[in-house]
């Protein structure tokens, strides 16, 4: 290749001669110039419109800016010249897989695999194709450690079977390859975010291994970035006074469109937002009509989808955000390094992710006294701050779903079931709930799951129960059902929902709970494990929590045998839920209003910012 010296002479003689300005763009595209490539090969394009090199390179630019749409374009116009080039239909497949398209993605990949070409990235795309749009694992499994073949170093594919492996319960094993993922590539934050999330999900990682995770994404992505921050603790615009009437209250989530964080949150924003409180909402995300809900609850709303961490500080700032929470934690839409910039004084973590964040900048994690026992404060960069009961509300569904009455009423057999994500149903849980089948012989066991879609997953549970000696035909596995309405009506085909571990169920214990169901949980050793038990405790229902697994496998068998309590709990749940401070929204709105003002007290004390 010529360097830009001799390439730039060959221009001065013939500006008109386009292979000069392929050679440019070339170039700047090896020294990552984007901008330039694209000027380059613009240029080429013009005197040879073409020209599928200067194409190439166009194309490539955009995928570099991450503006996919706009290389999808460009792609196809070197594919109406040449229908099977398999770059072209290569680089399509890739940016419509990056765009969530994937269902589009498949005609172009079948055109890379058709060609003579070993491409890297082919199996890549193509196993992503079978994970997500067809659900076949094994396939998807096949074309993974097909590209690792093809390419030993190809980050992308580790981290596809890194969550391949965690999608089937297999936390451990996802672990093992996300770090090989981050061995190559140790500047990937997003795969950083996928090995702290994780971590929650395996009973052999301690929470030591997940503050050391965290401390370390601190120090590899925002380290630097504070310490050339020139606006940090610069808060000299705001009114410090620790007893200021009115505080200004900032919320930042990539969720603020239908998601369950709706549920969780419906309504308290409103409550919230008074004389004396100010709330603002910063969306990361595109909206929808939930989000349209929350825009009228708020005193502000500003959508920073497209803004960097930087500008979205300066707009936080003149908004004169006195508090700053984060509801997304490690999770695939977070601001992290907006917080890490500390454009608010006072910095909380709430909801997203319930675990250490790994950002000295973030100053308080909302809890309550189920969810971090005393002494465990070690486990968080954070202070911990409890509210006085539960550490979040929720809201009923909007349709009165009927309960029927229990089904061991007729079919004389106790029915227990889970339809929580298949990633908390793991080996250990599998064990513990053949263990139960052994001991409590008339009953069955219903699982529903997206994983069920595919036969061959179905054929590895089942297998997996009949090797511990539990017979098939007590096993009953159904893939998810995303109406609304027909979840909840799974409810009603059990007697006893059993809670998985480390990691319960979050707004499926809630929905459980609404449908009078009773749902044992066993009590994890972190705050992440205990999202559940809170719930529980919180709604009435200490009866339902066990300390350990022994304790957890005979509180479910000693209420399967009491056919009597069943039916009592059918009918009552409900009504003491609705009646439990998980549903006062408005003692909710004051408990946590006067949590925010007293960590700004705390805050704003002589020996802190004034």
Sequence with gaps: MKDLTEIQKSINLDPNDPKAWIELSEQYLVNGMQEHVIAASTKALELDNNSTEALQHLGNAYMNLNLYQDAINIFHRIIKLEPDNPIANLAISFCLHRLSRISEAYPYISKCINSDTQLKLVQLILGIYYYKQELNFQKAFD??????????????????????????????????????????????????????????????????????????????????????????????????????????????????????????????????????????????????????????????WTNIKTMVDTAVATIIRK???????????????????????????????WLGQTGPMGLPQIDYMISDPYLVFDGEEKQYIEKVFRLSKTFAPFSKPDKETIIDEPPSITNNYVTFGSCNGFLKINKYVLETWAELLLKFE????????????????QKRVKDFFSNKGVQNSRIILEPFDNDKNRYLEFFNRIDIALDPFPLGGGTTTHDTLWMSTPI????????????????????????????????????????????DAIAYYKKTIRQKYLNSPICDIRAFAKDLDQAFRMMWQKSMSKNHLI
């Excluded at 705050?527 to 496998?553: C, W």
Aim: hydrophobic fraction near 40%.
């Design 143 to 300: 074309c993974f450690h097909k590209e690792i073949d093809l390419d030993p170093n190809s980050e992308f594919a580790y981290a596809a079977l890194a969550h391949l492996y965690f999608t089937l319960g297999e936390p451990e094993k996802a672990i093992v390859l996300q770090k090989k993922q981050l061995e190559i590539n140790p500047y990937n934050i997003s795969e950083h975010n996928n090995l702290l999330m994780y971590l929650h999900y395996s009973l052999e990682y301690s929470p030591e291994d997940t503050l050391e995770a965290s401390n370390n994404f601190y120090k590899i992505f925002f380290a630097d970035k504070v310490a050339n921050n020139t606006i940090q603790n610069d808060f000299s615009h705001l009114d410090l006074n620790p007893n200021k009437k009115i505080l200004r209250i900032g919320f930042v989530s990539g969720d603020f469109k239908n998601h369950a964080l709706f549920f969780w949150l419906r309504g308290l924003f409103e409550i919230m937002n008074s004389e004396t409180t100010k709330i603002f909402c910063y969306c990361n995300n595109f909206e929808d009509e939930t989000s349209q809900i929350w825009q009228k609850e708020v005193h502000q």
């Design 319 to 349: 908004d004169q955000i006195d508090i700053l929470v984060d509801l997304s934690g490690h999770t695939a839409l977070n601001r992290l390094g907006l917080f890490a910039l500390k454009p608010a004084p006072v910095q909380v973590t």
């Design 442 to 457: 008339s009953s069955k066991l219903l699982i529903k799951s997206m994983i069920f879609s595919n036969d061959n997953e």
């Design 520 to 563: 044992i949980n066993l009590k994890g050793g972190r705050m992440s494990h205990r999202i559940s038990s809170s719930i529980l405790i919180n709604a009435g229902f200490p009866e339902f929590v066990a300390n350990t697994k022994d304790e957890y496998i005979e509180k479910i068998i000693n209420l399967a045998k009491d056919t």
